[in-house]
């Protein structure tokens, strides 16, 4: 009798799948194509407690026919043996499963239900609480409402759901309070798996060229329709937001019941997150007069955030922390990259409030959190806010430090008192506000508090003339000195009134008289004096739009890297290279320019960790500009040569 030949479209696949972990195998198999491909007959699996493993389709099953009082049935494994269970159903429409003395909780299982009335009923509870995107919203209702609404499309709600802002910041805050965490974090746990969650934080651009056009349409919307359903859990949720004076949308606030605005207020006042408190404060201002309430939620605001200093830093590194992260994850990632930059900057800064408001200020080592951010992924984020200043050079990469942050805070509270008449001014804000002010000029920070906020990155409509500049002293009298003095020193003392105010046109060739004193000067000259002078002369380059004054600051760049050896000082003049180039408004032009120069410095760059470093920076531009990438071969290779490993 001839052997029965070995059906091989069914083996092979299966041979494949039993060397995969059970993990692993249950991710392949998940979306049903190679089990219908194949023929296969599968038992979906679920891991209950511990090791226990039970079939999928029976535990769904026993949750339909669950209810607030525990039903006992028994499940079976894989392998068929049977598993004791207990199954209840929580207020919160999650399920629970007590086995072996031990229980797991399973969420939005009410949605197993076989009445599509009342999945439906559930779906809208659980919409309220879990904020999903428009378009994600919409197809989930769709699906529940349908009425063979199978475990697939429960496990597919499911995961919607888990993606939600809200459903990642309790797991989050589990993993947080878990006695075994020490309250530490890793990336991992600070960015979420999922990229629907992005849309779901904010709302994705339709068609929006800018922050003020994205405020205007696509925001207006979304606070509107938030405001409209519940005002109190809108202000909550949008105050993540408001790292900018202007995403604080004080015009809708002011129509609603003062009961009502005041509520919403004191919802605010139960996180630590300072941009959404300044924000507050800002709606808080509006109604100064309207009473006593918002005369003490003013008190309240201004006490969370200048009373305790050390946690108000605290909170201002872990947002600059996690802000870091984010950017340099969006910079490398396929997909979000391609997203405008305020959308990214956006994005980064409402996460990071997100994340502050699960951990607050108080249990952060400021410099340990940052020193954290910055080795993991520094470079990164620095060369990414560098690449953007194309579009969006007002905003520096090293403003992300806490105590700028925390200066930044103080400027936006400083300038809602201001706006304020004298009648309406209370005494005790003033009195809090002085307090808060002796910290800033105590810690030499104040010049920061009238800097380009974080996501105020966009070049300014308007640039100052000398003549306008006369009604401030100070100003006045420091591009005085300058055209007077065009040296480093000098430059360095008018910087602070150049990013409050804006470069003036007339000053044009007194920078170009610095660049030359640092063309000119002995090598011997403090070299970090000089690094810095660059910058400042490569910013303004950005601000004005000044392609000669960039190509001098790159050839500049090129002359020094001969006498580069340390990583450090090779990335310095990386990141120069790159800002000068975003001067350059045809961009197919600026990326050959830099390609070029890239190479130059390659070539020149003494093998040395700077060779090194030269490499490392060039893999890292690849990734932020793919576009960039084939025009970087011969620099990269160049690099590598230099490089103390290829000897």
Known sequence: MAEPKPDLARLRPLFVLEKLSRRLRSDVLEDGTIISECGFVAKRQVQAIDEIVVIRDELFAAFRNASKDPLTCRLHDPNDALVDATIWINEDGSGVVEIAGKTIRFPFVTLLSSDPDARLAQLDEFLHRYRLSENDAAWLRACVARPDFSDDDFRAAGTLFESSPENFTERLTEKVQHPASKNRIAPVDVLP?????????LPPVAGSMSLADYIGRELNAEWRGGLEADPIRALYRWAIIFAAPELVPRPPLQVLDAEVAAEAIE??????????????????ADRAAQGERFVALGDRLLDSLFGN???????????????????????THETLRRRPVFWRRLAAAAHASQIVRVFGGGAVDPNEIMSWAMRLFGDTYYLSVVSDFAIEPQWLPEWISPKVLVADLFGCAIVV??????????????ERIDKAHGSIVEERIEAFAHYPSVL???RRAHRPTLAELQSIPQAADAFLALANDPTVMTLLSVSPFIETFGFPIESTGDVEKVLAYVRSGPHEEDDNLAALGLSVLAHIACLTENVSLADGVSELCLERARRAVTYRSIFEIVCRLVQCTAVMKDRADAARTLARRLEILAFITPASEAAEG???????????QPNLAPLLGRALSAARLGSPRAA
């Open 267 to 284: 919802k605010v006042l139960e996180v630590d997150d300072p941009f959404s408190l300044v924000g507050a404060f800002e709606i808080c």
């Open 309 to 331: 200093m050390d946690r108000l830093t605290g909170a201002c590194a872990l947002f600059g922390a996690i802000f870091v992260i984010t950017t340099a994850h969006f910079a």
């Open 614 to 624: 030269l490499a490392s920076n060039i893999e890292m531009l690849k990734r932020i």
């Open 456 to 458: 105020q990155g966009a």
């Open 417 to 430: 008192w201001n706006q304020l008449s004298q009648e309406a001014a209370p005494p005790s804000w003033k």
């Open 193 to 201: 798996g999922d990229d629907r969650y992005w849309n779901h934080l």
